[in-house]
């Protein structure tokens, strides 16, 4: 017999996923963080197809950030990334599918300025992730483009070894559209 009470909530993820989004960003020990991280990506992306959860997890995840612990950062980066990786296109979406990556995509655009944040002061996993993540900003809102490739360059040439530097460029050169007439970030 079918658990009965009202249909989960599509615009608040369930109890047990807020659980393991706090512990995430609370673990005591950094052996604890993997679990927890499959667990989440295990719920939000079944066989690279986004689930119906993902679009509030990805809204708490977000809010999460801003008080996460450092050592629950990159992992939190981490899910969010792979949100946005999912197959936008499966060969038979379920219906809203693709509403529902848009919505995604939104929540994700949200997290903007603690990507900025993370760029500037994260660790180097951190770091890393946020490029894309930023990329990924700049790509679904054109308003923000020029903002983050602004910090990306600034990222670039502050820091003197190759950390992000492919990433970073990569992302500068899909921003830029033809833009940006420097064609030194084609080099590194």
Known sequence: ???????????HPDEATLADL????????????????WRLENKAIVEGVLQPIARPMAAAGVLGLARCARRGVP????????????DEAPLDPPAGYHALVAAVEQE?????????????????????ISIDLLGLCGSLAPELAERIRAALREHVLARPGPEGREVAAFWIRELSNGQDGDDRWTSI
């Open 1 to 11: 017999m079918p658990p009965s009470g009202p249909p989960p909530d599509p615009h």
């Open 22 to 37: 706090e512990l995430l960003c609370r673990a005591p020990q950094h052996s604890a963080l993997d679990p927890v991280y």
């Open 75 to 86: 992992f939190l980066l981490e899910l969010l990334q792979q949100m946005t990786s999912a």
């Open 108 to 128: 994700i655009v949200r997290g903007y300025p603690l990507y900025m944040s993370h760029l500037a002061g994260g660790d180097p996993t951190a770091r890393l």
